[in-house]
């Protein structure tokens, strides 16, 4: 499960899985949980079961059985809280990967809007304003840079 959820994205999928698994795990504890007392006491120096017959070393396998068992429920719960957490490192980090994306998105929106209204002001003294299609032509250019520009350091970054 670990490898899967580092070799693809996060998905609905394999939280479903573990919160399957964790729920499993939880009630197969609980069960375990309530007849350790039985165990316990079957396991005990003074129980016996028939005068002269000797059944303790065999109880008291069986209860070592028994806690190996609950220790083995438990690693399995650690392993699966290990996941769980695994999982949510890899969502939060494929939430960075976009916020870094919708941000040089926003920077070069902004760029573009900035150049376009700059433009849009038309100042009558100023030549710039006065150069028609060719100045079109020159604000297109200047934006692409700008974009390009803005591209190339979040590329640089590793942002993309």
Do not use: C
Not at 49 to 56: H, L, Q, R, T, W
Not at 69 to 83: C, D, K, N, W
Not at 107 to 131: H, M, S
Request: aromatic share 8%; no cysteine.
């Amino acid at each position: 499960m670990d490898e899967q959820i580092l070799r693809d994205a996060a998905s609905r999928q394999q939280l479903a899985v573990l919160v399957k698994l964790r729920h499993r795990v939880s009630e197969l504890r609980r069960l375990l949980s309530v007849h350790r007392r039985v165990y316990q006491g079957l396991a005990a120096p003074g129980f016996r079961v028939f005068e002269g017959d000797e059944p303790e070393a065999l109880l008291q396998r069986l209860f070592e059985r028994y806690e190996h068992t609950l220790e083995a429920v438990g690693s399995v719960r650690e392993l699966l809280l290990g996941s769980f957490d695994l999982y949510m490192t890899s969502t939060s980090q494929r939430t960075n990967d976009t916020m870094r994306v919708l941000t040089v998105v926003t920077v070069t929106l902004g760029i573009v809007a900035a150049v376009a209204g700059v433009l849009g002001v038309n100042f009558q003294g100023v030549d710039v304003f006065r150069l028609g299609n060719r100045g079109f032509h020159d604000m297109l250019i200047t934006i692409g840079l700008l974009v390009g520009v803005v591209l190339l350091i979040g590329r640089w970054l590793k942002w993309l």
